[in-house]
C-alpha cells in the first residue's frame, strides 16, 4: 500500500514539474464559423425579380461567398468567422453582366435592352459567437421611362429617343459610373397617330436627364429635346405622355407609384425653340462666377457647335439640414428642399450628385471662390463657405448625393458618406442648355 501511494506522488510531481515545459502560445485554436442566414424581401413579395444572387464581402471588400436563389421559397445561408460584412443581393440579374471575381468596388453593367427591372438590397453584419440572421429590403436600382406620343402625322416613317446621361455600370458599394446615352426605337401603337417605347429601364442618371425625340418623315428629319428637371432617380416610373400640335412637341411627364415610389409631377414642354426665363441668350458663353440672368453661374461646357451646358448654383443657402442617413431628424429634408425651390420662373433645382459636387469644387475652389463671394457678400446674398464662420480649421460640408455624401469647398477631397448625427449646408444646382 505505502509503496502504491508513493509511486502515485511521484507521478504528480512529474506532471507539476513537465507543465513548467509546456509553451500554450504555440497552440493553434481553431476558431468556429457561425452561420449566416439572409432573407431577403420586398413591399410586394412578388415582386422580387428571381432568380436572385448574395455576394458576402470582408470588410476588406474581398468576396467571401456568393450564392444564387432560382425560385421562391428557399433562403441563403453561408458559414462565416467572426468579423464585419456587407451583404448585396441582387435580383433581375438576367438585366445585366456581373463580373467574374466580384469585389465590393467591382461594377456590374446594365444591359442595355434590359427587360426586367435590376433590384438591389444590402446590409452590413457582424458575426460574433452566435449564428446571425440578416435581413435585406430590396429595391428597384433602375428607373422605369416610358414614352408615348400622340397626334403625329400620317407621314411620320419612324421615331427614336436618345436618353441622356444614365450611368452604364453600379458598383456593389453603391454608386454609380461610366455614363452613357439610350437609345430607344419607337413603335406604332395600337391606335393611329401612336407611337410608344414600352417599358425602358435604366439606371440613375449623373445629373439632369436630357431627352431627344428624332422624327423621321420623307421630307426630313426634325429632332426636339429636352434637360429635365432633375436627375432619373432608383425605384421612380417615369411616364412621358407628348402630343404632337402645330409643330411643336409638348410633353407632360409624370411620376407613377406603379409599386414603386410615390408620385411626383412633372409639366414641361418642348419644341423648335423653348426659352430660359429670366435668362438672356447670350453670344459669347456665360463667365463663371458671376451672375447671368440674375443667377449663378457655376459652370459652363460647349455642348456642341450651337448650345452652351450652362450649370447655374442656387443664390439662397440652405443650413442645418440633416443628411439622407439621419437617424434623428427628417432624412428627406434635402430632397424636400430641392424639390419647392425656385428662382424666378426656375424650378426642377437638384442636390449636386457626387460629380456635380466636384465639378464645384474645381470650377469654384480657390481664388475663384475668394473673387465668388466678394461679388455675393456685395449682391446681399450669402457666400459659398470653404470654412465655417469665424473659423479657419472647421470645414464647411455641403450635401450632396441625394444627401447621403457631403463635400467641402476648402479642397478637391472626394465627398464622403454623410453623418446620421450631424447637420449640414446645402446648394442646389441646376444645369440649362441655352444656344450660342
Not at 19 to 33: A, L, M
Not at 136 to 144: D, K
Not at 237 to 254: A, F, I
Not at 336 to 365: C, H, R
Request: charged share 20%; proline share 6%.
Amino acid at each position: 500500500m505505502k509503496q502504491s501511494i508513493l509511486m502515485a506522488m511521484c507521478f504528480l510531481m512529474m506532471l507539476v514539474t513537465s507543465c513548467e515545459k509546456v509553451d500554450f502560445s504555440e497552440v493553434e485554436v481553431q476558431e468556429k464559423n457561425r452561420n449566416l442566414e439572409i432573407y431577403t424581401r420586398a413591399s410586394d413579395t412578388d415582386a422580387l425579380q428571381y432568380p436572385l444572387v448574395v455576394f458576402v464581402f470582408d470588410a476588406k471588400g474581398q468576396c467571401r461567398g456568393q450564392q444564387t436563389l432560382l425560385e421562391k421559397g428557399s433562403t441563403f445561408s453561408f458559414q462565416l468567422p467572426s468579423g464585419s460584412y456587407r451583404i448585396v443581393a441582387l435580383g433581375g440579374i438576367s438585366s445585366c453582366d456581373l463580373p467574374s471575381t466580384p469585389k465590393l468596388t467591382s461594377c456590374l453593367t446594365l444591359k442595355e435592352n434590359a427587360t426586367v427591372p435590376l433590384q438591389m438590397g444590402q446590409a452590413d453584419v457582424t458575426m460574433g459567437q452566435n449564428s446571425t440572421k440578416a435581413y435585406l429590403q430590396m429595391r428597384y436600382l433602375v428607373s422605369q421611362v416610358k414614352v408615348s406620343l400622340s397626334g403625329l402625322p400620317d407621314d411620320v416613317t419612324s421615331i427614336s429617343m436618345v436618353l441622356s446621361k444614365p450611368y452604364s455600370q453600379w458598383a456593389f458599394s453603391g454608386t454609380g459610373s461610366t455614363p452613357t446615352s439610350y437609345t430607344k426605337t419607337l413603335k406604332p401603337g395600337s391606335l393611329p397617330g401612336i407611337w410608344e417605347t414600352g417599358d425602358v429601364y435604366v439606371l440613375p442618371t449623373e445629373g439632369p436627364a436630357t431627352l431627344t425625340l428624332n422624327l423621321a418623315t420623307p421630307t426630313g428629319n426634325v429632332s426636339y429635346a429636352y434637360t429635365c428637371p432633375e436627375a432619373l432617380r432608383s425605384g421612380v416610373p417615369y411616364l412621358l405622355n407628348g402630343s404632337y400640335s402645330t409643330g411643336d412637341m409638348v410633353v407632360e411627364g409624370e411620376f407613377s407609384v406603379e409599386g414603386w415610389a410615390e408620385t411626383v409631377n412633372w409639366d414641361f414642354g418642348f419644341g423648335p425653340s423653348v426659352s430660359v426665363p429670366d435668362v438672356n441668350e447670350p453670344s459669347d458663353a456665360p463667365i463663371v462666377g458671376t451672375l447671368w440672368g440674375n443667377h449663378i453661374v457655376a459652370y459652363v461646357s460647349e455642348l456642341n457647335a450651337t448650345q452652351w451646358s450652362v450649370y447655374l448654383l442656387s443664390r439662397e443657402e440652405k443650413v442645418e439640414v440633416p443628411s439622407a442617413l439621419s437617424t434623428d431628424d427628417n432624412p428627406d429634408a434635402a430632397l424636400d428642399y430641392a424639390g419647392s425651390y425656385t428662382e424666378g420662373e426656375l424650378s426642377g433645382w437638384n442636390v449636386p450628385t457626387t460629380a456635380e459636387a466636384q465639378m464645384l469644387q474645381q470650377s469654384l475652389g480657390g481664388d475663384a471662390l475668394l473673387d465668388l463671394n466678394e461679388m455675393l457678400t456685395q449682391e446681399g446674398l450669402p457666400p459659398f463657405l470653404d470654412y465655417e464662420p469665424n473659423s479657419s480649421t472647421e470645414k464647411a460640408r455641403y450635401l450632396c448625393d441625394d444627401g447621403k455624401k457631403s463635400f467641402s469647398m476648402a479642397g478637391t477631397t472626394a465627398p464622403s458618406k454623410a453623418g446620421e448625427k450631424k447637420k449640414y449646408r446645402l446648394r442646389l444646382v441646376k444645369e440649362i442648355i441655352v444656344d450660342k
